[in-house]
């Protein structure tokens, strides 16, 4: 059963920083996909990351024509293609992988344009991939975070701040690989670091905060 819960101050996620080989390449292509103003770049460190990096990126937008803009313009500038955009169940969506290894999932609920590409995102949900989902929403919850929605084991979304679109929420991890159409395996650096208010940790499953 879903449960929700809001509280009037709240701890939530502010920014996403990506770890990349390469900062201009990876300026080029981000500036190109048309989500660079939502993302901090910086260099790699020494650390590796091999296999699924155990997050996802996803852009929900209005509509199929949106959905279709911002997969073919990361196409354009070298994104690989995971899953081709497809109607589902719930909607309309596809999934790539940047040159720097994210993953990304651009998605609207509406299965039917009613309007032309607006290149305008709704909302940017970083989607952890975790063990044990309602563990570590217990330690989020823990550290100031307030849940929005909450799906037993399977799915924890936190509430925003309302100044922004970023989101965060947290998935069973091998559920998340077997949406985005990778294998669940993997080592290493996630190569993404979170930040938000309060002192630095780092969360169950090794996401660093700042």
Same mark, same amino acid.
């Given at each position: 059963?879903? !449960?929700? +819960?809001? &509280?009037? =101050?709240?701890?939530?996620?502010?920014?996403?920083? #990506?770890?990349? /080989?390469?900062?201009?390449? @990876?300026?080029?292509?981000?500036?190109?996909?048309?989500?660079?103003?939502?993302?901090?770049?910086?260099?790699?460190?020494?650390?590796?990351?091999?296999?699924?990096?155990?997050? !996802?990126? +996803?852009? &929900?937008? =209005?509509?199929?024509?949106?959905?279709?803009?911002? #997969?073919?313009? /990361?196409?354009?500038?070298? @994104?690989?293609?995971?899953?081709?955009?497809?109607?589902?169940?719930?909607?309309?969506?596809?999934?790539?992988?940047?040159?720097?290894?994210?993953?990304?999932?651009?998605?609207?609920?509406?299965?039917?344009?009613?309007?032309?590409?607006?290149?305008?995102i709704d909302e940017m949900v970083l989607l952890l991939g975790v063990e044990d989902v309602k563990a570590t929403k217990r330690f989020y919850v823990g550290r100031g975070l307030a849940v929005a929605k909450s799906f037993g084991g399977k799915y924890a979304e936190f509430a925003s701040d309302g100044s922004g679109t970023l989101k965060l929420a947290l998935y069973k991890r091998s559920?998340?690989?077997?949406?985005?159409?990778?294998?669940?395996?993997?080592?290493?650096?996630?190569?993404?670091?979170?930040?938000?208010?309060?002192?630095?940790?780092?969360?169950?499953?090794?996401?660093?905060?700042?």
């Amino acid at each position: 059963m879903a !449960t929700t +819960a809001s &509280t009037a =101050s709240h701890t939530s996620l502010a920014s996403v920083t #990506l770890e990349v /080989a390469d900062l201009e390449a @990876a300026q080029r292509f981000y500036t190109a996909f048309g989500v660079a103003d939502h993302l901090i770049l910086k260099a790699a460190s020494e650390a590796t990351a091999t296999g699924f990096r155990g997050f !996802t990126l +996803a852009l &929900t937008v =209005s509509g199929p024509a949106t959905v279709d803009g911002f #997969l073919g313009a /990361a196409v354009d500038a070298g @994104a690989t293609v995971l899953k081709p955009a497809a109607k589902s169940l719930w909607g309309y969506g596809g999934v790539v992988q940047a040159p720097d290894g994210t993953i990304w999932k651009v998605a609207t609920s509406a299965k039917k344009d009613t309007g032309p590409d607006t290149r305008r995102i709704d909302e940017m949900v970083l989607l952890l991939g975790v063990e044990d989902v309602k563990a570590t929403k217990r330690f989020y919850v823990g550290r100031g975070l307030a849940v929005a929605k909450s799906f037993g084991g399977k799915y924890a979304e936190f509430a925003s701040d309302g100044s922004g679109t970023l989101k965060l929420a947290l998935y069973k991890r091998s559920g998340l690989a077997k949406d985005l159409g990778v294998p669940a395996d993997g080592d290493g650096s996630h190569r993404v670091v979170l930040a938000g208010a309060g002192t630095p940790f780092t969360d169950p499953d090794g996401f660093t905060w700042e």
